[in-house]
């Protein structure tokens, strides 16, 4: 599927060449991106592979990115992205690179390395000036998983269409491609931690669809997506010595959602769950095929206020539990929000949040919690940016 991208490449490089005559200001390009620096202080756990016990300055962000139009209809345009937190990223990627050719408001399509038009958030999670949180729930969106849940290496459908006026709209979305989980993306963390490692990652073939109803309720909307991935890849347990591969291992994550906005209110909420069977067959060590499952529900509800055309104020509770898992502690994860964000003009922001965290389902690493893991943690997060 990485022949996708770089066709996608070779369409921007056709068609400004076939533009060539064309200036610079006629194919319309721009430039836009941000930075941002965070601050992360906990107690009881560090989070996110950082020493956030001690107050962590470990947390950077620099995206630019540019679009063109070299064709009328046709948008061309990437993403690059530095991050680092904690001991993850410190490198420079490509989050995303497209073409975009959209007939008109009924049908479009897209392809190269695309992001994924999966859950309420996931296409705007990478525009961290767009939103109030200094981190997206959790539940949902990992901040450490945030480039493998973006984008896949395929192709994009998508439209709004209007069959019955008194209905309101409905907006699709269709994908297939190639979805690739790193071996250093934060899915693997506890996976690591309990003494299984997946050397190369995982990859596969993934589609899916969702579909939003954009009500006649001025502000009201509701949706669903459904995503399915089949991951195989190398897989190692180091201290047995045993060492294999997986089978094609389904991901099925059906989400829905609503969200409503009237003046400087709004509301959302949001559910997935997220059923892997995992088989992995090993050449060396036991034979046979060995099975183990996940079955994770996760969700949130949100709101925000915007008190002043500079402040916003809001708050969130974020629910994780994996139904395959032992009773306790380390099974699910609830976490009550309050977060503010005050714009001192178009260009410069911050953001202030506080997090009540109970469980350690998610975001923590054993191998930074040496002492064993508490079942409570409060959780500061800082973070000012500057956009472009």
Same mark, same amino acid.
């Given at each position: 599927m990485k022949r996708i991208l770089a066709g996608a490449i070779a369409l921007v490089i056709g068609a400004a060449t076939w533009g060539a005559a064309q200036s610079l200001e006629d194919l319309n390009i721009q430039i836009h991106g941000y930075a941002t620096q965070g601050l992360l202080y906990s107690t009881q756990n560090n989070v996110f592979t950082?020493?956030?016990?001690?107050?962590?300055?470990?947390?950077?962000?620099?995206?630019?990115?540019?679009?063109?139009?070299?064709?009328?209809?046709?948008?061309?345009a990437f993403q690059a992205r530095y991050f680092l937190l904690g001991t993850q990223g410190n490198a420079l990627t490509l989050d995303w690179a497209s073409a975009d050719y959209k007939v008109n408001d009924r049908f479009g399509v897209r392809f190269g390395k695309v992001k994924t038009p999966s859950t309420m958030f996931n296409e705007i999670q990478d525009v961290d000036p767009g939103y109030l949180w200094s981190l997206l729930p959790q539940s949902v969106y990992p901040i450490l998983s945030r480039n493998t849940v973006l984008t896949n290496y395929g192709g994009v459908v998508y439209g709004t269409v209007a069959p019955i006026k008194e209905l309101g709209?409905?907006?699709?979305?269709?994908?297939?491609?190639?979805?690739?989980?790193?071996?250093?993306?934060?899915?693997?963390?506890p996976i690591i931690d309990a003494g299984t490692?997946?050397?190369?990652?995982?990859?596969?073939?993934? *589609?899916?669809? /969702?579909?939003?109803?954009?009500?006649? =309720?001025? @502000?009201?909307?509701?949706?669903?997506?459904?995503?399915?991935?089949?991951?195989?890849?190398?897989?190692?347990?180091?201290?047995?010595?045993f060492s294999g591969n997986t089978l094609p291992?389904?991901?099925?994550?059906?989400?829905?959602?609503?969200?409503?906005?009237?003046?400087?209110f709004m509301f959302a909420s949001e559910y997935e769950r997220v059923v892997v069977t995992h088989e992995a067959v090993f050449t060396v060590g036991p034979p046979g095929v060995h099975s183990s499952y996940l079955d994770h529900r996760n969700s949130y509800a949100m709101a925000s206020y915007k008190v002043t055309d500079k402040l916003t104020v809001g708050m969130y509770y974020s629910n994780y539990i994996d139904r395959k898992a032992a009773i306790g502690p380390g099974n699910y994860q609830k976490d009550w929000v309050v977060s503010g964000r005050y714009d001192f003009?178009? *260009?410069?922001? /911050?953001?202030a949040e506080q997090h009540? =965290?109970? @469980?350690?389902?998610?975001?923590?690493?054993?191998?930074?919690?040496?002492?064993?893991?508490?079942?409570?943690?409060?959780?500061?997060?800082?973070?000012?940016?500057?956009?472009?």
């Open positions: 950082a020493a956030t016990s001690d107050g962590s300055p470990s947390w950077s962000d620099v995206v630019v990115n540019v679009t063109a139009e070299p064709l009328p209809k046709l948008r061309v709209k409905f907006e699709y979305r269709a994908w297939g491609g190639e979805s690739i989980i790193a071996s250093t993306d934060g899915f693997f963390i490692d997946y050397p190369n990652g995982l990859s596969g073939p993934t *589609y899916g669809g /969702a579909l939003h109803w954009l009500t006649p =309720v001025h @502000g009201l909307m509701f949706g669903a997506s459904i995503t399915h991935d089949d991951q195989t890849g190398p897989v190692t347990i180091p201290v047995q010595g291992n389904p991901f099925v994550i059906p989400d829905f959602y609503g969200k409503y906005e009237h003046k400087r003009n178009q *260009y410069l922001y /911050a953001k009540f =965290v109970d @469980g350690e389902g998610i975001v923590y690493d054993t191998r930074d919690n040496r002492s064993g893991l508490k079942p409570q943690t409060r959780l500061t997060a800082l973070k000012v940016g500057v956009s472009f």
